[in-house]
RNA sequence: GGGGGCGUAGUUAAGUUGGUUAUAACGCCGGCCUGUCACGCCGGAGGCCGCGGGUUCAAGUCCCGUCGCUCCCGCCA
């Protein structure tokens, strides 16, 4: 071994022992003959002293060339620090070493940046150089909590009759909605796997296999343009149960979260989450996924407002808004920029606005919501002070527009909660919506059982079916989605008939999904947690690239390895593949 | 596919209506310092101002193009 001991280990007891430890020059600091030096490692920093009278020493001068981030080897005494030399800020802050020896490991050259946490480096350098960057705190700490979800997550999973059980990577690309990513097969020229979007099939398979209960934490692929919280592969704790309905699913789910946040955050998460279906939290929020930790609830107001003399509200199909308690707080250029611009990203027109001043509107749009003071201020219960912010539009638009003013604002009156989890099962959604040519496509994915009740509607009116399907969502973010599968071969014809696709690209497709159910295929249901999501707020992290180990970029590129780039000439011959495209320069 | 933002030493930034030798902090190199802990002090090196073109007596600054990064919309159940 390198060491005796790591650099969060030595206290107080180990004084007078000799020690050794091996790690990286955190910071030195020379003070003539006498020199300090803090070692780091995952576990901690220590400081290191060395003094000396004599000014030609070897072991100072080999210290005063160390370099930051050079690994280091160092052997001393632990020595207790003198009352006031203490450092209190530091975990080892009571003791030092007193440097016998000190061997240099390996040289680290000028760094591209600097191993600490206050730093303001752009994403692609540090991702460049993501072995330094995984050397900050910071960074050490996200990594340990990933890893402390995942055991807990194993822990609950288990203690609950989880089988740990893997499913293949390389698959047959499978009909559901993102672009696959795909490997050509060179034992088989002109034939392509895919990479797996979910474990989907094969965890339903595996219930129809009488596993009964099946968790894995699965890299799920999926080929499509990126965001912050969005990359190409993504870890899903993925879960199905056998003989289960949705109450089922969302105890168990809650059983391995509580310990999640029980052992990872020390919090106790309540014993149950609130359930709200999807349009009440269309109604309330006007997002599918809202965030709990602060009111300012959308509102209807269409049929109070389509005879005002108006043309905006008059001709709009639908009318919402949102009420601010203390509109004094919002300017109107809040209102007119950032919020208007929110508002615009998603479809909205414009943002019409006015405020409650002395009993009546004032501002804004006041001259015509006067004409119906007394109604509007009785239906909106308006109170001296508000301010109201309308879109017109259609439902959806009004919806996702003031959605996003309501985030804005609650961010911007600092109205949220940080310290909060505001957990919320979002359930009851439709299973199928109109596409762009009047058909219907499945709002989640082909699989989803529909509700029991709704079953009469399958051919009159799909757009009537609720399906049961479920997300879990926290503070505003989508953490799972999971639904009750369909078991049955002449159901799961059905929807696909309905969805229109042709019985060809069906059989091919997932013919094997079928056939399975047909051999006394068991009820069953599940659900997906993306992990990273998850980690990242428990971390306190916006980016999901912050608790992930090697991230790509933005552009799908990442710059370490510079991946991905051109296939050798004989890769290409071996695999009978031809490239169209030039290889765009990376 | 579409829109917004950013590209200046190793890093992060400043750079005025276009006008001397392009600044600062951290880092790096050298010197001084025996209780520092973001050590301090003195000195030094380090620049294709992303790239290409244009306007101008003169461009880091203005214009056009391009490349890179980033955030968002579409897309992603």
């Known amino acids: 071994m390198y060491r005796t001991h790591t650099a969060g280990a030595l206290n107080l007891s180990h004084v007078d022992q000799q020690v050794t430890l091996a790690g990286w020059v955190d910071r030195s600091r020379d003070i003539g003959q006498l020199c300090f030096l ?27 060339t160390l370099t930051n981030e050079t690994c280091i080897k160092v052997t001393g005494k632990v020595r207790a620090r003198t009352e006031k030399d203490i450092n209190p800020e530091m975990a080892t802050g009571t003791i030092e070493l007193v440097i016998s020896e000190v061997e240099i490991l390996n040289k680290a050259n000028v760094l591209p940046f600097q191993v600490r946490d206050d730093i303001s480096v752009s ?45 293949p990577l390389l698959v047959r690309s499978t009909p559901e909605g993102a672009r696959d990513f795909i490997v050509p097969s060179r034992t088989n020229p002109g034939n392509f796997y895919a990479l797996p979007q979910s474990p989907q099939l094969y965890k339903q398979m595996l ?131 950032t919020l208007l611009d929110k508002a615009k990203i998603y479809g909205a ?5 006015s405020r409650i001043k002395n009993q009546e509107f004032s501002g804004g749009v006041a001259k015509f919501l006067n004409q119906k003071t007394k109604e509007l201020m009785e239906a909106l219960e308006l109170k001296e002070g508000n301010l109201i912010l309308f879109v017109a539009d259609s439902y959806q638009v009004c919806c996702a527009g003031l959605s996003a003013v309501r985030l804005a604002l609650g961010s911007q009156l600092e109205l ?18 109109k596409g762009d040519d009047d058909t219907w496509i499945a709002m989640h994915h082909l699989f989803t059982h529909p509700k029991a009740e709704d079953m009469q509607y399958l051919d009159s009116d799909p757009g009537k079916v609720r399906g049961q399907l479920y997300d879990l969502v926290l503070n505003g973010v989508e953490l799972l989605s999971g639904s009750i599968r369909i078991h049955r071969a002449d159901l799961q014809k059905q929807i696909l008939d309905i969805v229109g696709m042709p019985k060809e690209e069906a059989e091919n497709k997932f ?52 991946s991905p780039a051109p296939a050798d000439q004989h890769q290409l011959d071996e695999l009978g593949l031809i490239v169209k495209a030039p290889a765009k320069d990376i």
């Open 38 to 64: 803090t070692l780091r490692d995952r576990y901690g920093v220590t400081q290191c002293v060395y003094e000396t009278s004599d000014s030609e020493d070897s072991t100072l001068s080999l210290l005063k």
């Open 349 to 353: 027109k414009g943002l019409a606005w």
């Open 123 to 167: 994403d692609d350098l540090r991702l460049k150089h993501r072995y330094l960057d995984l050397r900050r705190s910071k960074m050490q700490r996200n990594m340990l909590t990933r890893h402390r979800t995942i055991q807990a997550a194993r822990d609950a999973l288990c203690d609950m009759g989880f089988l740990e059980l893997e499913t």
């Open 207 to 337: 219930m129809i296999s009488g596993m009964d209960r099946y968790f894995q934490f699965a890299p799920a692929f999926r080929d499509e343009d990126l965001r912050a919280d969005r990359v190409p592969v993504h870890t899903q704790i993925d879960m199905e149960m056998t003989f289960v309905e949705e109450k089922d699913v969302f105890l168990a789910v809650e059983t391995m979260v509580r310990k999640i946040f029980q052992d990872v955050k020390e919090v106790s998460l309540p014993e149950s989450f609130l359930i709200m279906p999807y349009h009440e939290a269309m109604e309330r929020f006007g997002n599918d996924k809202p965030d709990m930790r602060f009111g300012m609830e959308l509102k209807t107001v269409t049929s109070l407002v389509n005879d005002l003399d108006f043309k905006v509200f008059s001709e709009a199909e639908c009318v919402r808004c949102i009420v601010v308690e203390d509109g004094s707080k919002v300017s109107r250029k809040d209102i007119d920029s």
């Open 511 to 562: 013919g094997f999904l079928m056939d399975s159910f047909q051999y006394g295929a068991p009820p069953h249901g599940g659900s997906a947690i993306g992990l990273d999501r998850l980690v990242a707020i428990l971390c306190g992290e916006d980016s999901i690239r912050e608790v992930m180990t090697y991230p790509c970029n933005n552009q799908g590129i990442f710059p370490l390895d510079g």
């Open 416 to 433: 949220i909660d940080q310290s909060q989890y505001a957990f919320l099962w979002v359930n009851d959604f439709p299973l199928f919506e």
